[in-house]
């Protein structure tokens, strides 16, 4: 039986236009949010208090997040930017704060990329790079149905139309949608995984590409091309797998911190379960990549999964939070406040490792550089770590406290 309805911990009214996208750091220190007028918003979560607010693009926003010291926000406005993450001081920390008093993070460098599609960006930073070198994969500058990957910061086109160019045509939609059949790419994960290679040695990582599309289905790439050689058309990249679990448009996907699975929503039912493990040759009528769950709530548009790949929370039309176990999608809870929409949804990370000696981004030992003033408890962090945020149409953000789940997602 599900678990009661709790009422939210804390209540941000910081943004005057329904927020669209969140994101928390891996610190659990600063909550980013923007909203459909192109604002963004950093907030701490020790003061709950804004600790910048500026007008980061001129149309709607599809993405934040933190990238060591730097911000990168996603708009609709066509635009990437690259931020300088402000340093917290502690006038702001002590004073009574206004969104008027608060500076703007000062831009870095800029992409012009393709937003027609809702898709955000995905990052993704190679193991031993430094904190300023990654890659980052958006749609296709022309056609919406396929993808690009360029290297940051240099902004260099590593891979050009990466999906299959066969499937796609010339643009029949008036709206400037693609005219494939599976349509248009609604949602993209970018990462390495261990090579699936027969002869390469278990250190091997592949690149790999996720993307959901507008025709319900979900298709897993990797990249056969050498490492330093440039692809274009879809050239030098293999499908993994294709899977079609859904009735609708995929209308967001979230991927496990391990990258061993992935889960997605739509505007029907369903939820889709995808083992990102498999290859092609191991997949069957028998052994399916995928699988479909029946739920009892059409109409989602925001899905994450906690840190410790147990438990996710999907965000509904309806303005619902709920809470499920990622493994049997049983419901664990519902959290109701939102009188609109629930359009993003993150997870705090959690502190201490589920098992083994697996180590999570959040932890008891993070830098405390926000200051003495405003020290925290390890009783107090713990709490913060299971904090589950949510954005809605109404201009709110609302950040739960939420129980372990341990007992029930187990």
């Known amino acids: 039986m599900a678990l009661p309805a709790p009422s939210p911990t804390h209540l941000l009214r910081l943004h005057s236009s329904a927020v669209s996208t969140l994101f928390i750091s891996t610190d659990n220190e600063r909550i980013y949010s923007g909203d459909g007028a192109g604002q963004a918003v950093i907030t701490s979560t020790r003061?709950?208090?804004?600790?910048?607010?500026?007008?980061?693009?001129?149309?709607?926003?599809?993405?934040?997040?933190?990238?060591?010291?730097?911000?990168?926000?996603h708009g609709r406005d066509n635009k990437i930017h690259v931020w300088a993450r402000p340093e917290?001081?502690?006038?702001?920390?002590?004073?009574?704060?206004?969104?008027?008093?608060?500076?703007?993070?000062?831009?870095?460098?800029?992409?012009?990329?393709?937003?027609?599609?809702?898709?955000?960006?995905?990052?993704?930073?190679?193991?031993?790079?430094?904190?300023?070198?990654?890659?980052?994969a958006v749609p296709n500058l022309v056609e919406s149905a396929?993808?690009?990957?360029?290297?940051?910061?240099?902004?260099?086109?590593?891979?050009?139309?990466i999906g299959d160019p066969l499937d796609t045509s010339a643009t029949v939609f008036s709206d400037g949608r693609s005219g494939s059949k599976s349509g248009i790419i609604m949602s993209m994960h970018l990462l390495h995984a261990a090579s699936s290679a027969p002869s390469s040695s278990t250190s091997a990582k592949e690149l790999r590409l996720l993307c959901a599309y507008e025709d319900g289905g979900v298709v897993l790439r990797k990249r056969t091309?050498?490492?330093?050689?440039?692809?274009?058309?879809?050239?030098?990249?293999?499908?993994?797998?294709k899977a079609k679990l859904h009735i609708e448009s995929?209308?967001?996907?979230?991927?496990?911190?391990?990258?061993?699975?992935?889960?997605?929503?739509?505007?029907?039912?369903?939820?889709?379960?995808?083992?990102?493990?498999?290859?092609?040759?191991?997949?069957?009528?028998?052994?399916?990549?995928?699988?479909?769950?029946?739920?009892?709530?059409?109409?989602?548009?925001?899905?994450?999964?906690?840190?410790?790949?147990?438990?996710?929370?999907?965000?509904?039309?309806?303005?619902?939070?709920?809470?499920?176990?990622?493994?049997?999608?049983?419901?664990?809870?519902?959290?109701?406040?939102?009188?609109?929409?629930?359009?993003?949804?993150?997870?705090?990370?959690?502190?201490?490792?589920?098992?083994?000696?697996s180590p999570l981004r959040g932890n008891s030992r993070e830098d405390d550089s926000s200051g003495d003033d405003d020290e925290m408890t390890i009783e107090e962090k713990r709490t913060r770590a299971r904090w589950l945020i949510a954005g809605s149409a109404d201009a709110k953000v609302s950040i739960w406290a939420l129980m372990s789940f341990e007992k029930t997602s187990a």
């Not at 396929?146 to 139309?161: F, K, N, T, V, Y």
């Not at 091309?225 to 797998?241: F, I, Y």
């Not at 840190?307 to 049983?330: E, H, M, N, P, Q």
Request: charged share 20%; net charge neutral; aromatic share 8%.
């Open 47 to 73: 003061s709950l208090r804004p600790l910048a607010s500026w007008k980061a693009h001129t149309d709607s926003l599809l993405g934040v997040e933190e990238w060591g010291s730097q911000i990168i926000t």
């Open 88 to 136: 917290e001081s502690a006038s702001i920390r002590q004073g009574p704060a206004t969104l008027s008093d608060l500076s703007a993070p000062t831009i870095r460098y800029s992409m012009d990329v393709n937003a027609l599609n809702y898709c955000r960006f995905s990052l993704l930073v190679p193991a031993g790079a430094s904190e300023k070198q990654g890659l980052i």
């Open 146 to 161: 396929l993808a690009d990957i360029w290297s940051l910061p240099s902004r260099q086109r590593l891979h050009a139309a």
């Open 225 to 241: 091309a050498p490492e330093d050689k440039q692809t274009v058309e879809g050239r030098g990249w293999e499908v993994l797998w």
């Open 250 to 357: 995929v209308m967001a996907m979230a991927v496990s911190r391990d990258c061993t699975f992935a889960l997605t929503v739509s505007a029907d039912h369903l939820v889709g379960r995808y083992d990102l493990l498999k290859t092609q040759e191991e997949t069957s009528e028998f052994t399916p990549t995928g699988t479909t769950f029946k739920t009892k709530h059409p109409g989602n548009g925001a899905i994450a999964i906690r840190s410790d790949g147990r438990v996710c929370a999907i965000g509904g039309w309806d303005g619902k939070v709920r809470l499920y176990s990622t493994k049997t999608l049983k419901l664990l809870g519902t959290l109701m406040h939102h009188k609109q929409g629930c359009q993003a949804v993150t997870f705090a990370s959690l502190i201490d490792p589920p098992f083994g000696n």
